[in-house]
């Protein structure tokens, strides 16, 4: 039974077009996050809620929006794609405590042709 | 900002062998800094959290040190393995709270050749 469970876990699409990852956890936790991973491998956090409120909102474009319909649930709507978006999406859950674990979903892996 | 660089892109090493990987930051030390390992194609895995008024911590065959002054965590693998073949990605948690925000190191992929 996976934990944080995200689809689909490939995405190809073409620029321009609006696309949406799903993100679903069932560890209870009250905090979710959005990461981006660059071709590179670095991961960056990009969105942070905390029972359905945003508390992390790092500098990403406004293309990019995040909806938490409840604290078990992230969803991430991208609009007007771009190649630079092109990496591998990972959504997460923490109980939302300093020092807590982070659980990862296995990614989205995003291709913008 | 905080800048975090882990050693070397890539670690190859003899099976048995002890892994050393090194984490360095700038700026203002963390109160908890973790560690994390990435297989290819799946998301990262929590291993160990080190605490800021903590100096080592040890579970199993991994072991984490974290020295402030020198704003540096060594993560240990001893008698490694080829299944210990992965990334592992070191992360810094200031303790702020309201949603505890991670900042990742580059990552060093580790290989453990027979």
């Known amino acids: 039974d996976t934990a944080v469970s995200q689809t689909p876990k490939y995405l190809v699409t073409q620029m321009g077009n609006d696309k949406s990852i799903k993100c679903e956890q069932n560890?209870?936790?009250?905090?979710m996050y959005w990461y981006k991973q660059d071709s590179k491998k670095f991961l960056k956090i990009m969105f942070s809620y905390n029972n359905k409120e945003l508390i992390i909102n790092e500098t990403v474009p406004n293309r990019f929006s995040p909806k938490s319909p409840d604290k078990a649930h992230l969803n991430l709507h991208i609009n007007s794609l771009e190649l630079g978006d092109s990496a591998v999406y990972f959504c997460a859950s923490s109980l939302g405590l300093a020092g807590d674990i982070q659980y990862f979903g296995a990614g989205t892996r995003l291709s913008v042709l | 900002s905080q800048k975090i660089e882990q050693n070397s892109e890539a670690l190859n090493i003899q099976e048995g062998k002890t892994a050393t990987l090194t984490c360095n930051y700038t700026n203002y030390s963390p109160a908890y800094l973790q560690w994390y390992r990435q297989d290819p194609g799946r998301g990262p895995v929590f291993l160990l959290l080190?605490?800021?008024?903590?100096k080592e911590k040890r579970k199993e065959r991994l072991k984490v040190t974290f020295d402030t002054t020198l704003k540096q965590s060594l993560f240990h693998i001893t008698a490694s393995q080829p299944a210990d073949s992965a990334t592992y990605l070191c992360a810094l948690d200031m303790g702020t709270g309201g949603g505890n925000k991670l900042t990742f190191g580059t990552g060093t992929q580790l290989k453990v050749e027979l």
């Open positions: 080190i605490r800021e008024n903590e």
């Open positions: 560890l209870g936790h009250d905090t």
